[in-house]
């Protein structure tokens, strides 16, 4: 496991971006971003793989989303633009630390990790 902090979050009005970051303590695999709204599950935002940066998002924020990595610095990013008041959330960072021979798809799932950050609040005014 390693241990992982977020930052980005904040207040925006609908239609504006928001950057949030993650750095994890160590080398990570896999990382991911997950969102939980207030009365509502958990789920998949995206995830990017160490070695190719191969990426998966969820189909309600491709092509607004962008996740990225910089694994000099053990950081992962999720640029978010045009930002809507649904996507109001509690953002979390999650990451493998473990190397497992897995496919992506398998990494949008909350358990396929083996560490996760804290959350950051992501607000969207209307």
């Known amino acids: 496991q390693v241990q992982l902090v977020e930052s980005g979050g904040g207040l925006v009005q609908a239609g504006g971006s928001l950057r949030l970051s993650c750095a994890a303590s160590?080398?990570?695999?896999?990382m991911g971003w997950f969102r939980q709204a207030l009365g509502k599950e958990r789920e998949f935002v995206a995830t990017?793989?160490?070695?190719?940066?191969?990426?998966r998002y969820a189909d309600s924020v491709t092509g607004r989303f962008t996740i990225s990595r910089d694994n000099v610095k053990n950081t992962v990013y999720l640029q978010m633009n045009s930002l809507k008041p649904e996507d109001t959330a509690v953002y979390y960072c999650?990451?493998?630390?473990?190397?497992?021979?897995?496919?992506?798809?398998?990494?949008?799932?909350?358990?396929?990790?083996?560490?996760w950050g804290q959350g950051t609040q992501v607000t969207v005014s209307s």
């Open positions: 999650a990451a493998k630390a473990k190397f497992v021979i897995s496919s992506l798809d398998t990494y949008t799932l909350w358990s396929k990790y083996d560490s």
């Open positions: 160590g080398r990570t695999f896999t």
């Open positions: 990017i793989r160490r070695s190719d940066e191969a990426t």
